[in-house]
């Protein structure tokens, strides 16, 4: 039987899963693949924690190089994570003509255009399943099984510790920071959050999928990113009355001839699949003009599920080199000179339902004075709630507007927030059907 | 650009989708795919009828034989279902060396241990996902994503008949006859319905991803079936009491070392994920032990949603061709010598917990006698409803059970139902978690 020999860069939580996986499952993975894959070598700067590995001590090094240049190596899984350093291993790789499997979305987002450019030249696979969702086949979903759809839009939920934390602020009542704490000594958040709460993560992940569904270049700079730390329990109270669970959403869109790209919380209808995708679970929908919608649900995260992504990219290169056939199927879905020039949307231009929040005094005509202004902006009120229990007079007033043109919108919100009787800033909330 | 040449048999729904589709996306695919595929002959006895297809005259034939006998021809689709003349065309067209795609479920699941070993020796690709859940990728995500992965369980709502159905009674409180006759009325039901509604279409489905998922023979005839003409809106709503919904499920789990194989109405939580798969739309889970839960939902059938699933196929057929990778993938996703001779669970020795329902006399000490007989068979009561308003001093009696034995309930079942207090049949629903 044939073998095929993987090197990998990086031994943190994705990278102990991998080994661990390509070791325990040998036999499994070898009988649905017809060859075997070999670890022949790991390298990380600390070697010497015990991760619990059975792989012979002499297969590993501290030096990255070591394994990238190492001739009888096939597949580079590069699992060291962010920019600098990765990428300049996957120039190397690229280089020396190696195919490479990676879960670095926030190296495919910032730098994919250049390095499957380069990876053409060399004519070398990168597989990059796991940067998204996790174990969630949804670059192979988008990749292969929609080849005969247009796309028109595609969401998801995409990040593991927002949605944890949403859903335990939803269900506990518990406060935003309380739960971040929280997700933090367990480990379902890292010491510094920022990347997950604020969105940039999902934004990175969004970027990629955009790419991938609509044959446009990856355009991660152009992306809208609102995350979840303005998110109160007051507003998710308030979106369950009015029939809504609050989720961060990626949305990626084809609309008047180029692609909404946003990523914000989000009202979604309760009976929505999405709404029902809890804690840290993963979800993305795409809708194929044929298909309609698919929706795909799993671990967003985590050591197993995103090593099972790694290992199938493995296994998709490897029947590619079993049968000689590289780049089988084209890095971001088009064949490189079918990638469009297509951009993203500005945001001010996006149209969409909105929940607004204002405090207001208790007086008569606050309505009819907040009304005024939005329909000055052509934008209808379609529900709207006054509630008692503010303080010193003041009230929360929830509502619900119709479409409207998101520039519109913030002008309107700045000359309500403007007038008199209204305390503070206005909380916005994007609302999606 | 490369033209691959398709020869398609049968123009129904699905065949004239497919048309329809390399047709009208034919520049889309080609971006994709980096070559033209295009429809070369197309076969049916009635090539009269006009179906709004923009292909020439002289591609229809009424001779399935002068598809697949033309040398130029490529990938044969079949698309004529049933299992006779369609088998016929399959060997027909593996004898002459011809790749096939499918959506006959019916002919895989009876037929596929034969035809695939026919086809090994032809080098022929066989690739049949539209065969289950339509354009869910379902079988592409266990034989390429789960690679690495001990499958444990799958489960799926897979007939879009059955699903209407049983939505429609749970939403609207209307009799299972009525809104058979109006899903007929609408298409979404055969003129002869028992295919569906007996659960034998859910069976084919659930041997063919049994097979891809635990490396078994398909093997059809020992799965369990029972279909969903037996469900009432008094069961769906004393279910709903208790938490729970009422599904069509396929279940397939490795157990004992063999396989649970069973198609029957399913007590699912209201907040397990499939309970909100409503109308005609599908869902299949698949449990692996590194990324627990992968939940795929979409159109399980339609003319499109078919088409799509079939011309994904065509696309990775094609891929193959094109960097001569014949046989990329395993057709039953394990190598052929790897296939064991894992068998069927026989159903008597299933443990699950149930639903019962009994229509008992309403006197004094009838859940005394009952529960000692299921105490006898070691089966406990977790929780009962005695209800009010039956006919003639007669109350309807629904209780669970804990974790049981089929062969005890079954059992106990028969002794309870012996009893003088006891008039006629008890109800029985199975329950998954």
């Known amino acids: 039987m044939k073998t095929i020999k993987i090197g990998i860069l990086g031994l943190g939580t994705v990278g102990t899963g991998v080994v661990r996986m390509l070791e325990g499952e040998k036999d499994l993975i070898a009988s649905r693949l017809g060859a075997e894959l070999e670890v022949a070598k790991v390298a990380d700067l600390d070697i010497d924690t015990d991760r619990g590995l059975t792989l012979p001590k002499d297969r590993f090094t501290t030096d990255a190089n070591a394994v990238i240049d190492d001739p009888d190596i096939d597949i580079i899984v590069e699992l060291i994570g962010g920019e600098t350093f990765a990428k300049s291993c996957f120039e190397r790789a690229i280089e020396k003509g190696k195919h490479i499997v990676t879960a670095n979305k926030a190296l495919i987002a910032s730098h994919g255009n250049e390095l ?4 053409a030249e060399k004519e070398v696979d990168i597989a990059f399943e796991a940067s998204v969702a996790g174990c ?37 009542g518990v406060g935003f920071e309380e739960v971040l704490k929280q997700a933090q000594e367990i480990g379902f958040a890292e010491a510094d959050p920022t990347l997950d709460i604020e969105g940039i993560d999902t934004a990175h992940k969004l970027a990629i999928l955009n790419s991938l569904a609509y044959g446009m270049k990856i355009n991660l700079d152009d992306i809208y990113v609102e995350g979840i730390t303005k998110v ?44 029902s995708v809890n804690h840290s679970v993963n979800a993305v929908n795409v809708h ?31 029947r590619n080199l079993i049968n000689q056939a590289g780049q089988r199927v084209p890095y971001l879905s088009f064949q490189s000179d079918r990638i469009s020039d297509l951009s993203v949307l500005p945001m001010e231009e996006v149209t969409t339902r909105y929940y607004v929040r204002f405090t207001a005094k208790d007086k008569p005509g606050v309505l009819s004075q907040i009304s005024g202004i939005l329909g000055q902006y052509n934008i209808s009120i379609r529900s709207v709630h006054q509630k008692d229990g503010g303080d010193e007079g003041c009230v929360p007033l929830v509502m619900l507007t119709s479409m409207a043109r998101e520039k519109d919108m913030q002008s309107a919100i700045s000359d309500i927030e403007a007038l008199e009787i209204i305390l503070g800033k206005a909380t916005l909330i994007r609302i999606e059907e």
Do not use: W
């Open 136 to 172: 969630i086949p949804i670059i192979k979903t988008i990749r292969e099984t929609l080849a005969g759809n247009t796309i028109s839009s595609l969401a998801g939920i995409m990040n593991g510790t927002c949605n944890y934390i949403l859903t335990r602020i939803t269900q506990e």
């Open 232 to 275: 109160t329990l007051e507003d998710i109270r308030f979106a369950e009355e009015f029939g809504y669970r609050i989720k961060l959403l990626a949305i990626g869109k084809r609309t008047n001839g180029a692609v909404e790209a946003r990523v914000h919380p989000t009202m979604i209808p309760m009976d929505n699949l999405f709404a």
């Open 288 to 318: 194929g003009h044929a298909t309609e919608d698919v929706f795909l649900v799993g671990q967003g995260a985590g050591m197993m599920p995103t090593a099972s992504a790694v290992v199938s990219d493995l296994v998709d290169i490897s």
């Open 116 to 119: 499957f450019r380069m990876a």
